[in-house]
């Protein structure tokens, strides 16, 4: 049987930060690039869509905290009277929670999510910003090691939480912050603040190649499109995989458009441009995502939406159609 997850046994539940509403603003687009989408991820089609459609208010739900009692982490599992949470793949193909040799602790407050341990997208726009909220209740920790832009970021936004892998909490807070609501939003903004490190210098835009990386999403002419915005309309073009998280954020804070291929590497862009920025977003027709729409909509910035031609292997974005959407921007 599947056991329920930990917040189901808290012994405390409390609302951190109220419900709102966020405007889904229309994507700027093609007409005929919502009707090339036959594939998409985290969503059924018709909700994606419905989502670069937009038009419409969006309830998000409140923040919520709950206090756990005697809880064990272990391989990245928590345990609490019967309940569990993952938050990462158990390197074991077991359990033997009660075999390990835990570390003692009073109280923790935990804000890392299965999710941002996957993703780095959702790390930097989800788990940075729940951090606050366990910096407020007090001792964060998380299972996460600060390696590569991670322990850039970590150490611009003074996240300074206990890291450990195998413990034993008396008293441990957790966080449902899956929302958009207007608490997360002005934490969204403070984050903003704290990256950047000097005066800003507004420019046209910054293009962030994906390349290979991560799942697959191949734009077999990312390069060429990239050059060619950098010619034509003054882009700086940016590869995060083998750029500082310093250099990153500089050719970010001052953009008026974001672009490149859809993925957690336009992160690095979404929570850095200004308030006025463009997010243009491209896309395989095979898999559509409107995960980075939630942010931009969240913060009130625009959305820009290219849907390529081809499959997740291989597609390509005409020129021209990117530029006639940078047009609408």
Same mark, same amino acid.
């Given at each position: 049987r599947t056991p329920p997850d930990v917040a189901a046994v808290a012994v405390h539940r409390w609302e951190v930060a109220s419900a709102s509403k966020v405007?889904?603003?229309p994507a700027k687009r093609l007409p005929q690039h919502l009707?090339? !989408?036959?594939g998409a991820e985290f969503a059924t089609i018709a909700q994606v869509v419905r989502d670069f459609v937009g038009g419409f208010e969006s309830a998000q739900p409140p923040t919520v905290a709950y206090r756990l009692k005697n809880v064990l982490l272990h391989d990245g599992v928590l345990y609490a009277e019967g309940a569990v949470r993952h938050l990462r793949h158990r390197t074991s193909?077991?359990?033997f929670p009660a075999a390990l040799n835990a570390q003692e602790h009073a109280c923790g407050s935990l804000f890392e999510s299965s999710l941002g341990n996957r993703w780095f997208g959702n790390?930097?726009?989800d788990d940075c910003l729940s951090y606050r909220l366990a910096e407020e209740i007090g001792s964060p920790f998380t299972t996460d090691q600060p390696t590569g832009h991670k322990g850039d970021y970590a150490e611009r936004l003074a996240i300074l939480p206990d890291r450990v892998t195998s413990a034993w909490f008396h008293e441990l807070t957790i966080f449902d912050d899956c929302t958009h609501n207007e608490h997360k939003r002005a934490r969204a903004d403070d984050m903003r603040r704290r990256l950047i490190a000097g005066p800003v210098r507004r420019h046209p835009g910054t293009f962030l190649l994906r390349g290979r990386t991560g799942e697959s999403r191949v734009l077999l002419n990312e390069r060429a499109i990239a050059e060619h915005l950098a010619s034509k309309r003054g882009f700086t !073009? !940016?590869?995060p995989s083998?750029?500082?998280v310093d250099d990153i954020v500089q050719a970010c804070v001052g953009a008026q458009v974001i672009a490149g291929v859809e993925g957690s590497h336009l992160v690095h862009g979404l929570v850095a441009m200004p308030q006025n920025a463009c997010a243009l977003v491209i896309q395989p027709p095979t898999r559509?995502?409107?995960a980075l729409k939630l942010l931009t909509d969240r913060q009130?910035?625009?959305y820009a939406l290219v849907v390529g031609e081809g499959n997740n292997d291989g597609f390509i974005a005409a020129v021209d159609e990117v530029e006639r959407t940078l047009d609408l921007v």
């Open positions: 405007e889904v603003r009707d090339r !989408i036959r193909s077991r359990y790390w930097l726009s !073009i !940016i590869d083998t750029t500082s559509a995502v409107s009130g910035q625009d």
